[in-house]
């Protein structure tokens, strides 16, 4: 999206809504039953420091407490306190990257 910087914000917002398919105040909720990856503080290391770490899979439920995501058989409940970041995967990407997002489902990584 690019915009200028004397764009209005409703302007701004219809072509968030245009590129999008919905409005950017909609999100995560609009995001519900697609693929999405969390980055999430989560500790590390044998000290077990705290830092961000990446889980990803289908967007399930979206609740005041945080997130519900889902991949085969497992399901994760990710307090909103602990969710830094999620991305919603780009559906024209989906197919070639399936493979490896079946592979690390849900599965915490550095």
Do not use: K, N
């Not at 950017?24 to 693929?35: L, Q, T």
């Amino acid at each position: 999206m690019e915009g200028s910087a004397g764009q209005s914000a409703e302007q701004r917002r219809q072509e968030f809504r245009q590129q999008h398919g919905h409005p950017a105040g909609d999100i995560p909720e609009a995001w519900i039953g697609r693929p999405v990856e969390l980055c999430v503080v989560g500790g590390r290391g044998q000290e077990r420091l705290l830092g961000a770490q990446r889980a990803s899979g289908l967007l399930e439920a979206v609740t005041d407490g945080g997130f519900v995501v889902s991949a085969g058989d497992r399901v994760v409940f990710y307090p909103r306190e602990a969710v830094l970041q999620i991305e919603l995967y780009d559906e024209d990407q989906e197919g070639e990257e399936e493979g490896r997002r079946q592979a690390r489902a849900l599965r915490l990584r550095r």
